[in-house]
């Protein structure tokens, strides 16, 4: 079993900053990678940057030079998201995929005001 929690969320204004944490428990003494997925209303998720477990990073062109995702020894993903606009307004998700398995936290919103 893996366990994702994620906390950062909130309210900003267009052009501000937040920072999303990402901890990670359970069965994870190996797995392939870690990142940050968004949905927003009416539209598919999305994936907006990942980490291997190698530290090997992989941004949505959309977020590139805005967003930088990192992860500690703990097993913690963070995702630093800068000079947000409301079009990052959505309800990001923490993955660790692991076998093949994509794990799931359960979501915090981010909404972003103009």
């Known amino acids: 079993q893996v366990q994702l929690v994620e906390s950062g969320g909130g309210l900003v204004q267009a052009g501000g900053s937040l920072r999303l944490s990402c901890a990670a428990s359970g069965s994870i003494s190996w797995f392939s990678a870690m990142g940050w997925y968004r949905q927003a209303p009416g539209k598919r998720r999305e994936s907006v940057a990942t980490?291997?477990?190698?530290?090997?990073s992989n941004y949505a062109d959309s977020v590139k030079g805005r967003f930088t995702i990192s992860r500690d020894s703990k097993n913690t993903v963070y995702l630093q998201m800068n000079s947000l606009t409301p079009e990052d307004t959505a309800v990001y998700y923490c993955?660790?995929?692991?076998?093949?398995?994509?794990?799931w936290g359960q979501g915090t919103q981010v909404t972003v005001s103009s």
């Open positions: 980490i291997s477990s190698s530290g090997s």
């Open positions: 993955n660790l995929e692991r076998f093949g398995v994509f794990n």
